[in-house]
C-alpha cells in the first residue's frame, strides 16, 4: 500500500491545564478527501490547529509526505504545501477581495488561469473584487477564505466546516470545487456537520470521540452503517441534512 500523505500517531495536546487530544491516530491517503466527523467538543478542530503547528503537541508523532512536521512552526509548515480554512475563515475584513487573494499567492502574482476556475465556482467573488471583505456575507467570506487557501496549488487543504451557515446553493459550489480539487492536485481533510455534504464528496472517514478516533474507514461502508453512526455520532446522517 502507498505511504498517506498524513499520518498522525499518538498525538497528544494539552491546551493550559485541559487535555485535549487524548493519542489521536489515523491517515489520510494521498488523493482524496477524508472527513473528520464527530460530536461537538470531540477535538476536530484541536487536531487540525495540531498539524499545523498553531497549537504544539505534547506527545506523538505528524508526518506530512514521510517527514515529522510535529516540532515544527507554522510557516514552514504551510511552506510544505498545507493549508489551513478555520472555521473563523480569518480573512482581512479591511482589505478588497482582490487583497485578500494577492497576499495568500506567496509565490508571486496571481496566475489569471487559476483565478478564472475560482471565478467560475465563486461567481460573488468577481463580482465584489473591489469590495472590502467585510462587506461580504457570510457564505462569501466562506468562499474567499476557502479561495485563499487555494489561489496557489497546495498538496494537503485542512478545512474547518465549509459548511457552515451556507445556503443550499453555495453548499453546491462547495461541493463542485471540492470535488475537483480532490479529482485533481490536493488531498483534503475536512471537518464537517453537514452529515449530505461529508456523504457526497468523502471518501474515507475519521471519526472522533472525547479526544480519540473511535473509527476509520470508508466513507460508503459508513453512510451505510445507521447503527454505527447513530453510536459514534449519537445520529443516523440521514437525519441531518
Do not use: C
Given at each position: 500500500?502507498?505511504?498517506?500523505?498524513?499520518?498522525?500517531?499518538?498525538?497528544?495536546?494539552?491546551?493550559?491545564?485541559?487535555?485535549?487530544?487524548?493519542?489521536?491516530?489515523?491517515?489520510?491517503?494521498?488523493?482524496?478527501?477524508?472527513?473528520?466527523?464527530?460530536?461537538?467538543?470531540?477535538?476536530?478542530?484541536?487536531?487540525?490547529?495540531?498539524?499545523?503547528?498553531?497549537?504544539?503537541?505534547?506527545?506523538?508523532?505528524?508526518?506530512?509526505?514521510?517527514?515529522?512536521?510535529?516540532?515544527?512552526?507554522?510557516?514552514?509548515?504551510?511552506?510544505?504545501?498545507?493549508?489551513?480554512?478555520?472555521?473563523s475563515?480569518?480573512?482581512?475584513?479591511?482589505?478588497?477581495?482582490?487583497?485578500?487573494?494577492?497576499l495568500?499567492?506567496?509565490?508571486?502574482?496571481?496566475?489569471?488561469?487559476?483565478?478564472?476556475?475560482?471565478?467560475?465556482?465563486?461567481?460573488?467573488?468577481?463580482?465584489?473584487?473591489?469590495?472590502?471583505?467585510?462587506?461580504?456575507?457570510?457564505?462569501?467570506?466562506?468562499?474567499?477564505?476557502?479561495?485563499?487557501?487555494?489561489?496557489?496549488?497546495?498538496?494537503?487543504?485542512?478545512?474547518?466546516?465549509?459548511?457552515?451557515?451556507?445556503?443550499?446553493?453555495?453548499?453546491?459550489?462547495?461541493i463542485?470545487?471540492?470535488?475537483?480539487?480532490?479529482?485533481?492536485?490536493?488531498?483534503?481533510?475536512?471537518?464537517?456537520?453537514?452529515?449530505?455534504?461529508?456523504?457526497q464528496?468523502?471518501?474515507?472517514?475519521?471519526?472522533?470521540?472525547?479526544?480519540?478516533?473511535?473509527?476509520?474507514g470508508?466513507?460508503?461502508?459508513?453512510?451505510?452503517d445507521?447503527?454505527?453512526?447513530?453510536?459514534?455520532?449519537?445520529?443516523?446522517m440521514d437525519?441531518?441534512?
Amino acid at each position: 500500500m502507498a505511504e498517506p500523505l498524513l499520518s498522525l500517531r499518538g498525538v497528544k495536546t494539552n491546551i493550559g491545564r485541559y487535555h485535549i487530544l487524548h493519542g489521536v491516530a489515523f491517515d489520510v491517503a494521498e488523493g482524496g478527501l477524508t472527513m473528520l466527523l464527530g460530536r461537538n467538543g470531540a477535538g476536530k478542530t484541536t487536531t487540525l490547529r495540531t498539524i499545523m503547528g498553531l497549537w504544539r503537541a505534547a506527545e506523538g508523532e505528524i508526518r506530512f509526505a514521510g517527514r515529522d512536521i510535529a516540532k515544527m512552526d507554522t510557516p514552514d509548515i504551510a511552506r510544505l504545501g498545507i493549508a489551513y480554512v478555520p472555521e473563523s475563515m480569518a480573512i482581512f475584513a479591511d482589505l478588497t477581495v482582490q487583497e485578500n487573494l494577492i497576499l495568500a499567492a506567496r509565490s508571486g502574482p496571481i496566475d489569471q488561469k487559476r483565478l478564472d476556475w475560482i471565478f467560475s465556482r465563486f461567481e460573488a467573488l468577481k463580482r465584489f473584487w473591489n469590495l472590502p471583505a467585510g462587506h461580504l456575507s457570510g457564505g462569501q467570506k466562506q468562499m474567499l477564505a476557502v479561495a485563499r487557501a487555494i489561489i496557489e496549488p497546495r498538496r494537503l487543504l485542512l478545512i474547518d466546516e465549509p459548511t457552515k451557515g451556507l445556503a443550499p446553493a453555495i453548499i453546491a459550489h462547495m461541493i463542485a470545487a471540492f470535488r475537483e480539487l480532490k479529482d485533481g492536485e490536493a488531498t483534503l481533510l475536512v471537518v464537517e456537520q453537514n452529515f449530505a455534504f461529508a456523504r457526497q464528496l468523502g471518501d474515507a472517514v475519521a471519526v472522533m470521540d472525547d479526544g480519540r478516533v473511535a473509527h476509520t474507514g470508508g466513507m460508503a461502508a459508513f453512510a451505510a452503517d445507521a447503527g454505527l453512526q447513530q453510536h459514534l455520532l449519537g445520529m443516523g446522517m440521514d437525519t441531518h441534512q
